[in-house]
């Protein structure tokens, strides 16, 4: 049976990796070539290189992605959410710290870990690199 190379990852040493989903790999922090690696160190900080396949994770720079998504997706929704119980019923402060408060910490803490993940996974997926200037 022919092996097709587009469904393979070739390293350095020859090796070949089946490529994997980053939707199934990065949300859950673990390696993009051998999918059972870690891929962090602590919540955000990533590895210098995966313990199982000695993938080295410096090609990653996710930079302000997670972020930006988590800005874009999650906090304006629920600062939207805030400002409209503050319009609408106008409570008292401790209402805000039962509600507003915990919805913005989840909403911008819990997503970016999964989101920096597949952010890093997915550059490893696409061979995404920094641009270049094409001379003629």
Request: glycine share 8%.
């Amino acid at each position: 049976m022919q092996e097709r190379d587009d469904l393979r990852f070739v390293d350095s040493a020859g090796r070949r990796w089946e490529k994997i989903d980053p939707l199934k790999t990065g949300p859950l922090g673990r390696c993009p070539r051998c999918g059972r690696g870690h891929m962090f160190a602590g919540f955000l900080k990533l590895e210098r290189e995966c313990e199982v396949c000695g993938l080295d994770f410096s090609y990653a720079d996710p930079a302000d992605g997670p972020a930006f998504f988590v800005q874009m997706f999650a906090c304006v929704p629920a600062v939207i959410f805030t400002l409209m119980l503050e319009i609408l019923a106008s409570p008292p402060v401790w209402v805000h710290f039962v509600t507003s408060l915990p919805l913005l910490l989840l909403t911008t803490v819990l997503p970016l870990r999964p989101l920096k993940g597949w952010l890093v996974a997915s550059q490893f997926f696409f061979k995404a690199q920094e641009g270049r200037l094409v001379r003629e």
